[in-house]
């Protein structure tokens, strides 16, 4: 093994969930996504695009909720609390970053929990880390999971670095590595010595966000290594590039996924398992 094909595990993610739509459908369920987007960024529209292929093929209805990227705080509360209200919508997805005039704590603060289906909202992530079962944590941070598994990578007992502390991916993913009974070291761009730490693990989770960031020196023969990172290539070179110099490091770890075609490439499929996940509650 040594690509840990995102496309692959993505695949296998849709059919299964294909099973389940079709089983809410038979009870009268027809799952949906309502997706807020202020403006037109590039970034959003194409993440937009492939949930909504992804939505189709599964057969999970979409409404997109946009707004100028010039709307105002008020407007955009306001279609957030109409994506609340309406019960015909059982996710929904708030493209963020927002612009600078919202101010984004008090959005995410008007989005029910319970339809906040990538986790960014002080309910969901307080289920994330109290391991409640309540709210859905980040799609990225738990497609890191799923791949893991889809590929029988042993995670209890075992010695996880992950680099990177952010509340979308390096936070939430530390939590949701130790409820699997991983033994989980924290990193940053301030730890010393990280070349000897990273090595030193049986799993390497990279979420810097700094394109080639890890050459082959932070690695060792046999780990698997999560390149969650998807950035430019610098110096301008075209195309996206991981936080991992990939070539460099390929031909000697037991796996790492690739950028583009890894953890990307499970996110919105992961995304729609929440909305599944919040259509059977209405069943409950």
Avoid at 17 to 33: C, D, F, R, S, T
Avoid at 118 to 125: A, C, L, V
Avoid at 219 to 226: A, C, E, S
Avoid at 251 to 260: D, E, H, S
Wanted: overall charge neutral; glycine content about 10%.
């Amino acid at each position: 093994m040594a690509l840990l094909s995102g496309k692959e595990a993505a695949g296998a993610l849709k059919d299964s969930l294909k099973a389940e739509v079709e089983a809410l459908k038979a009870k009268g369920v027809n799952p949906a996504l309502g997706i807020i987007r202020m403006g037109a960024e590039p970034g959003d529209l194409a993440y937009e695009k492939g949930a909504k292929k992804s939505a189709e093929e599964l057969g999970i209805a979409v409404t997109v909720f946009e707004l100028e990227r010039e709307a105002g705080q008020d407007e955009l509360v306001k279609t957030i609390q109409k994506a609340n209200s309406d019960k015909n919508i059982h996710g929904v997805l708030l493209f963020q970053p927002l612009p600078k005039h919202i101010d984004a704590f008090a959005a995410r603060a008007a989005l029910d929990p319970s339809k906040d289906m990538d986790g960014i909202t002080d309910g969901s992530m307080a289920g994330v880390y109290s391991d409640s079962g309540k709210g859905y944590p980040p799609c990225t941070a738990e497609s890191v999971i799923k791949i893991l598994k889809y590929f029988k990578i042993e995670l209890s007992g075992k010695n996880v670095v992950v680099l990177g502390r952010s509340t979308v991916i390096g936070k939430p993913v530390s939590m949701l590595l130790l409820k699997e009974n991983a033994t989980v070291t924290i990193c940053h761009s301030k730890t010393k010595d990280l070349k000897s730490i990273t090595q030193a693990a049986d799993i390497v989770v990279v979420a810097m966000g700094r394109a080639w960031f890890c050459d082959k020196d932070y690695f060792r023969p046999g780990q698997y290594v999560i390149d969650v990172g998807v950035n430019r290539k610098p110096n301008g070179e075209k195309g996206t590039c991981g936080d991992v110099k990939t070539e460099e490091v390929e031909p000697f770890v037991a796996g790492i996924t690739p950028v583009p075609g890894g953890v990307g490439s499970v996110t919105n499929t992961n995304l729609l398992t929440h909305v599944v996940e919040a259509a059977q509650k209405t069943l409950a």
